[in-house]
Each structure stands twice: as structure tokens, then as C-alpha cells.
């Protein structure tokens, strides 16, 4: 009687108990996303992606669970980043470091975590992984070529020097050394193209894992000046030199302040620039001195070094004559020369 009893409970006891133990209790452990089971991790979906802004950590579809939390921690340099993974399992997650460091993967949710490492010789190909053999060459070919014919005809026109730039050709997922000269209007303008133009580039770049190649590029940019339009002060002629600096120094001059109660109030600025004129002296009030001479100095600075590294030459057509260099005064509220 009581053999038979214990054979009629022992079902629901199994049934009680199985449950909890989700594929203990006969057949293989499964992972889910329910609560009260641990995260999923696919090491064989992780792809180490180098990027501008450091290295990006893709996970494809079913890489990790579902709504986990996924922290990637440089385990070279200690610093980390997290993103919850996509309705698919997928995930993107960039941290600071490069294509030699290791890195740790930690994918969480309510019921535990998993922790596995990815480094660029365990996540297959760095640089491609995923891509077809070819594609991602190619798709770097099209993105120079759109972001050169871009950057071609941007706009150059300016009045004044501080218009002009160097601008960087860097567009989205296209990175070089490459840089043209623009105004700042027109180097906005067509860096704002180039990003429309390029994104599905971009996005198909991205879903194939392709890697944008590190470029150590050369820091020095070109000085510029305005000539009617940007262009380099190096690729302008010996007359022009002395022309471009005389126009930009002229107004300078003429806009000093000069306002004055007495004699003391007035200094002598020094006002002439480049070897190529006769010394010109200018009265201007003490206070305005300093910024006179500071905006002389550049100019002769970008304009004359620029002559004499082109080797202009620097001999006056009209001697000088000897000038005593002569004194100011306050005259009806106005430095002047005596």
C-alpha cells in the first residue's frame, strides 16, 4: 500500500523539481534569456575592429543574450565601456586601446555573467573579418575616390586670412592623410556632402568588419593667406609677398588707437616691415603699442620669412635715406609726430 502511494507522488515530485534545473534533469543545457539563467557568449561571433576612436568590439547576431549588459575592459591599459546588446544578440561596444592589447569581455543580466577574453589573434581577422576576399580593399577605393572628387572643388574664396584652413578629408569611416586648402565656410560645406554622400558606404564598410588602416600622418599644415581666394603664402610670388604684407599691416596701422591727455599718453611705434622698405615710424597711444608691434611681428613673420626662404631678393630700388627716428606729442587729444 504504502509502495503503491509513493509510485503515484513520484511524478509530481520530478515535476517539482526538474524545472529549477532547466535540461539537468535529462537532455543538453540550454541558455536562454529567461530570468534565473546565466548570459549567452559566442567568443567565435567577437570581432576585435580597429577604429579612429580606438577599438571596436562587434558581436554578430547571437554573439551574447539578448537585453544583456555587455562591459569590454582593456586589460592592458584598465579602461572599459559597456552597451546593452540589440534584440538579435548583436552588439557594439568601442574602447580605448589598439589592435596589440587584450581585451575582456563581460556580458550580464539578472541571473549571473560570463567573462571571456578576445584579443585580435582570437577574434579572426582583425581587419576583415567577415568579408569577402577583396571587399573591403574595394569599398576603400570607392570612399577615396567619392571623398577626393568631394573635397575637389571646394570653396576657396575669402577676405581675410583667418577665413582660410587646412581641411582634414577625414569623412566618417574614410581616414587618410589626405587634407585640402578651403575657406571655413567651404570646408564645412563639404565635409557635410561628403558625410551624405558616403554613409551607405559606410554602413556596408561597417557591416562587413571592414578596418580603417592606421596612418601616421605628418602634423605640419601649410601657412595660408587670403589672395582673393585660400592659398599658400609658400606659393605666392616675390611681389605679391610684399604687397599681401604692406595691405594687411596698412589698416592695422591706421586703426591704433591715438587718443591722448598729454605727451606721456604717445609712444613711437616702429611700423615699417620687411627689408624690401624704408623705416616708418607712426605716433600711438602707449596703450595700443604692444598689439601694434605683436600684429607687425606676425605679419613679418608669415610674409618676409616666407620671401626670404623663397630666396626674394632684398635689396631696396631707392636707397634710404638716414632717418632720425622722431617724437611724438598729444595734440588736441591725437598723438602725433613732432
Not at 220 to 229: E, F, M, Y
Request: proline letters at 6%; aromatic letters at 4%.
Amino acid at each position: 500500500m504504502k509502495r503503491s502511494s509513493f509510485a503515484r507522488v513520484l511524478p509530481w515530485l520530478l515535476i517539482a523539481v526538474c524545472p529549477p534545473l532547466l535540461g539537468r534533469c535529462g537532455g543538453a543545457a540550454e541558455y536562454s534569456t529567461e530570468t534565473g539563467n546565466p548570459p549567452v557568449v559566442q567568443r567565435q561571433k567577437l570581432h576585435v575592429v580597429l577604429r579612429d576612436t580606438g577599438v571596436e568590439v562587434v558581436g554578430d547576431a547571437g554573439a551574447v543574450s539578448p537585453g544583456a549588459t555587455v562591459r569590454v575592459t582593456n586589460r592592458s591599459t584598465g579602461e572599459s565601456a559597456e552597451a546593452t546588446a540589440r534584440a538579435d544578440g548583436s552588439v557594439n561596444v568601442v574602447v580605448p586601446g589598439s589592435s596589440q592589447d587584450e581585451y575582456e569581455v563581460t556580458v550580464s543580466n539578472g541571473s549571473g555573467s560570463q567573462t571571456v577574453q578576445v584579443s585580435a589573434q582570437t577574434s579572426g581577422d582583425i581587419a576583415d573579418a567577415g568579408a569577402p576576399p577583396g571587399a573591403c580593399e574595394d569599398l576603400r577605393q570607392t570612399l577615396a575616390a567619392r571623398v577626393s572628387a568631394g573635397f575637389a572643388n571646394v570653396d576657396k574664396t575669402c577676405q581675410r586670412d583667418e577665413e582660410c584652413v587646412v581641411a582634414s578629408t577625414n569623412s566618417g569611416c574614410y581616414s587618410s592623410c589626405g587634407s585640402a586648402i578651403a575657406s571655413r565656410s567651404g570646408a564645412q560645406a563639404a565635409g557635410a556632402a561628403v558625410l551624405q554622400d558616403i554613409a551607405p558606404l559606410c554602413n556596408e564598410f561597417d557591416s562587413q568588419h571592414c578596418q580603417t588602416p592606421f596612418s601616421l600622418c605628418d602634423e605640419g599644415s601649410p601657412a595660408l593667406v587670403c589672395n582673393g581666394t585660400c592659398t599658400r603664402v609658400d606659393a605666392l610670388s616675390c611681389d605679391q609677398l610684399l604687397a599681401q604684407a604692406s595691405a594687411r599691416v596698412t589698416p592695422v596701422v591706421s586703426d591704433a588707437a591715438r587718443a591722448c591727455s598729454r605727451d606721456e599718453d604717445c609712444a613711437l611705434a616702429k611700423a615699417d616691415i620687411c627689408p624690401q622698405t624704408c623705416p616708418h615710424y607712426e605716433s600711438v597711444a602707449s596703450s595700443a603699442l604692444a598689439g601694434l608691434q605683436r600684429s607687425i611681428a606676425e605679419t613679418a613673420g608669415l610674409y618676409c620669412g616666407s620671401a626670404k626662404s623663397l630666396g626674394c631678393p632684398w635689396s631696396l630700388l631707392t636707397p634710404c635715406k638716414p632717418i632720425i627716428p622722431p617724437q611724438v606729442t598729444c595734440n588736441a587729444g591725437q598723438c602725433e609726430l613732432k
